[in-house]
């Protein structure tokens, strides 16, 4: 990857992995067939790798981009080794070349991050600058496929089109066209040793096999020009692969992962039922203490009750001790009294009048 560059997941770097390369690799590759010995302009050209394959195959390439930066750098890295090939600042809907100057334009994944106003500006910018008998070779997200269908916004896109709507723009310029559809594929491919035209697209399950229906587009590949005559020849189907396997090797990667982490969830799993089972075991025993705590509860409640009701007889047994010793003390008061001079002294008295009462009882 260049050191220069931060990868963000909208402009593609070498070095990157995964479906973004096979897209926008395989585009390019797609269009050196178009642009085999041409006057070539790749418009957004961004970190420059895709102008230098083109190079290989064109009479000359110039990359535009608006950033100085990634000019800089897409110069540095590739067009000091290439003599048909340079790169230069500016927009899209004002390029730096003179009219009919260039054969063919290469637009990849452009015009969805301009305007609406721009994308007519751009298209009317190509127009002018290539020959009578130019092309165009433009890319775009399918919005039906690439937005809606996910339910997903990409927040580099300013305005993305569908079918229609890129048809419409095109035509006011490019009146001629061929359409293709890009969407990646898997599958199983049977190649025959020696070269060949034909090739068949087939689908199906254990149960039936038909011929393949074409895939609805993620992306729209559009091959355009202002006459037949200007088209060229053009392949049914484009396969494309990369050739360090990098897709299947992060597949296989993935797949490696999967059991992995299937392994460990299995481990993980066990050890769960192991907390679980201690879980139960812990709670067996706090059922056991609840109830042991419940029985001490009963047993403190009847023990409150005990001691409530001795402490009621003590209280009963209180009160009568205290009425004893008042009876007690009255009694003393009296033997005390009686034992006293003034009780001898009234004795006699007490005994006449005794006495006194009881004739007069008689009588």
């Given at each position: 990857?260049?050191?220069?560059?931060?990868?963000?997941?909208?402009?593609?770097l070498?070095?990157?992995?995964?479906?973004?390369a096979?897209?926008?690799?395989?585009?390019?590759?797609?269009?050196?067939?178009?642009?085999?010995?041409?006057?070539?302009?790749?418009?957004?050209?961004?970190?420059?790798?895709?102008?230098?394959?083109?190079?290989?195959?064109?009479?000359?390439?110039?990359?535009?981009?608006?950033?100085?930066?990634?000019?800089?750098?897409?110069?540095?890295?590739?067009?000091?080794?290439?003599?048909?090939?340079?790169?230069?600042?500016?927009?899209?809907?004002?390029?730096?070349?003179?009219?009919?100057?260039?054969?063919?334009?290469?637009?990849?994944?452009?015009?969805?991050?301009?305007?609406?106003?721009?994308?007519?500006?751009?298209?009317?910018?190509?127009?002018?600058?290539?020959?009578?008998?130019?092309?165009?070779?433009?890319?775009?997200?399918?919005?039906?496929?690439?937005?809606?269908?996910?339910?997903?916004?990409?927040?580099?896109?300013?305005?993305?089109?569908?079918?229609?709507?890129?048809?419409?723009?095109?035509?006011?310029?490019?009146?001629?066209?061929?359409?293709f559809?890009?969407?990646?594929?898997?599958?199983?491919?049977?190649?025959?040793?020696?070269?060949?035209?034909?090739?068949?697209?087939?689908?199906?399950?254990?149960a039936?096999?038909?011929?393949?229906?074409?895939?609805?587009?993620?992306?729209?590949?559009?091959?355009?020009?202002?006459?037949?005559?200007a088209?060229?020849?053009?392949p049914?189907?484009?396969?494309?692969?990369?050739?360090?396997?990098?897709?299947?090797?992060?597949?296989?990667?993935?797949?490696?992962?999967?059991?992995?982490?299937d392994?460990?969830?299995?481990?993980?799993?066990?050890?769960?039922?192991?907390?679980?089972?201690?879980?139960?075991?812990?709670?067996?025993?706090?059922?056991?203490?609840?109830?042991?705590?419940?029985?001490?509860?009963?047993?403190?409640?009847?023990?409150?009750?005990?001691?409530?009701?001795?402490e009621?007889?003590?209280?009963?047994?209180?009160?009568?001790?205290?009425?004893?010793?008042?009876?007690?003390?009255?009694q003393?008061?009296?033997?005390?009294?009686?034992?006293?001079?003034?009780?001898?002294?009234?004795?006699?008295?007490?005994?006449?009048?005794?006495?006194?009462?009881?004739?007069?009882?008689?009588?």
């Amino acid at each position: 990857m260049n050191a220069t560059e931060h990868f963000t997941g909208e402009r593609f770097l070498p070095g990157v992995p995964g479906e973004i390369a096979y897209e926008h690799c395989h585009r390019y590759a797609f269009a050196r067939r178009f642009v085999a010995g041409a006057r070539v302009l790749d418009a957004a050209c961004g970190e420059g790798y895709g102008a230098a394959l083109l190079a290989g195959v064109a009479a000359s390439v110039v990359g535009v981009d608006i950033e100085p930066h990634v000019v800089a750098a897409a110069t540095q890295r590739y067009a000091s080794a290439r003599a048909n090939l340079r790169f230069e600042t500016a927009s899209v809907t004002k390029l730096p070349l003179a009219d009919a100057s260039i054969d063919a334009i290469v637009s990849f994944e452009t015009i969805e991050h301009v305007g609406a106003d721009d994308q007519r500006s751009m298209l009317t910018e190509f127009a002018r600058v290539l020959g009578p008998h130019g092309r165009l070779i433009l890319s775009s997200p399918n919005r039906v496929e690439y937005s809606e269908a996910r339910g997903y916004a990409n927040r580099y896109h300013v305005k993305e089109l569908d079918r229609a709507e890129l048809a419409s723009l095109l035509r006011v310029h490019f009146p001629v066209s061929q359409w293709f559809r890009q969407r990646r594929y898997l599958g199983s491919a049977i190649w025959r040793e020696t070269p060949g035209d034909t090739f068949e697209a087939i689908s199906g399950s254990p149960a039936a096999v038909d011929p393949t229906n074409v895939p609805d587009a993620m992306y729209f590949v559009v091959v355009a020009a202002r006459s037949h005559d200007a088209m060229g020849a053009a392949p049914a189907l484009s396969l494309y692969a990369d050739g360090d396997d990098s897709e299947w090797s992060r597949v296989d990667f993935e797949a490696r992962e999967v059991l992995r982490l299937d392994a460990l969830l299995r481990e993980r799993d066990a050890e769960l039922q192991r907390e679980v089972d201690r879980a139960r075991d812990l709670t067996a025993k706090v059922e056991q203490r609840d109830g042991v705590i419940a029985e001490r509860d009963r047993s403190v409640a009847r023990l409150n009750e005990r001691i409530a009701e001795v402490e009621d007889a003590v209280a009963q047994a209180t009160t009568v001790r205290e009425r004893l010793l008042r009876e007690l003390d009255a009694q003393e008061r009296i033997i005390g009294y009686r034992e006293s001079v003034r009780w001898w002294c009234l004795l006699p008295i007490v005994r006449v009048r005794r006495l006194w009462h009881s004739l007069r009882q008689r009588r």
